[in-house]
T-cell receptor, first 115, second 115 residues
Framework: DQQVKQNSPSLSVQEGRISILNCDYT??????FLWYKKYPAEGPTFLIS?????DKNEDGRFTVFLNKSAKHLSLHIVPSQPGDSAVYFC??????????????FGQGTILTVHP | NAGVTQTPKFRVLKTGQSMTLLCAQD?????MYWYRQDPGMGLRLIHY???????AKGEVPDGYNVSRLKKQNFLLGLESAAPSQTSVYFC??????????????FGPGTRLTVT
């Protein structure tokens, strides 16, 4: 039972264009969402997050949008740069007391930005 | 600060052998987690700890044991390795008390092959 799904295994975009990575979730208890970026042979690094009380959070070139009714979130990267080429993981958690911040991850999307 | 470190970086085991993976963090984090990453599966939680001397099972705990004798260290043990445990293992940690901050900090990973 995959509670967090990233249905696109890969995405290829041209440098300077927008990259849109999508994520869907099924568990209604999830109320906090994170995006992680992972380069080969390295651990995931935190990129941006959003609480369910918001529908948008922006940090520089990165914006995350949350549609609670559709249980869908997306990460927009504008403009895309070759250094953004990596695997992007969507993750979700519940702020409930017994959750202890455990993250449920999607399968990941490989983003390739071509010069 | 070294952040989260993992030892070893690579290991090859024969079926039935045992080993311990060490995770250390110098950020005084209360919570620590062990994940495994497999192709097409994202990261899945094996075990986690909410404080020194306490551990709990995650999504895929079978075949693994953990211990947290010191706050800064979280050990993952394989008592009798199986080929199905071939994976990349990541350790992560985070603060307990930071309000509405669920970001976890990850180590660089341990690549384990069981033949």
């Amino acid at each position: 039972d995959q509670q967090v799904k990233q249905n696109s295994p890969s995405l290829s975009v041209q440098e300077g264009r927008i990259s849109i990575l999508n994520c869907d979730y099924t568990n209604s208890m999830f109320d906090y969402f994170l995006w992680y970026k992972k380069y080969p042979a390295e651990g995931p690094t935190f990129l941006i997050s959003i609480s369910s009380i918001k529908d948008k959070n922006e940090d520089g070139r990165f914006t995350v949008f949350l549609n609670k009714s559709a249980k869908h979130l997306s990460l927009h990267i504008v403009p895309s740069q070759p250094g953004d080429s990596a695997v992007y993981f969507c993750a979700a958690t519940s702020s409930g007391g017994t959750s202890y911040g455990k993250l449920t991850f999607g399968q990941g999307t490989i983003l390739t930005v071509h010069p | 600060n070294a952040g989260v470190t993992q030892t070893p970086k690579f290991r090859v085991l024969k079926t039935g052998q045992s080993m311990t993976l060490l995770c250390a963090q110098d950020m005084n984090h209360e919570y620590m987690y062990w994940y495994r990453q497999d192709p097409g599966m994202g990261l899945r939680l094996i075990h986690y700890s909410v404080g020194e001397g306490t551990t709990a099972k995650g999504e895929v705990p079978d075949g693994y044991n953990v211990s947290r004798l010191k706050k800064q260290n979280f050990l993952l043990g394989l008592e009798s390795a199986a080929p199905s445990q071939t994976s990349v293992y990541f350790c992560a940690s985070r603060w307990r008390t930071r309000e509405a901050v669920y970001e976890q900090y990850f180590g660089p990973g341990t690549r384990l092959t069981v033949t």
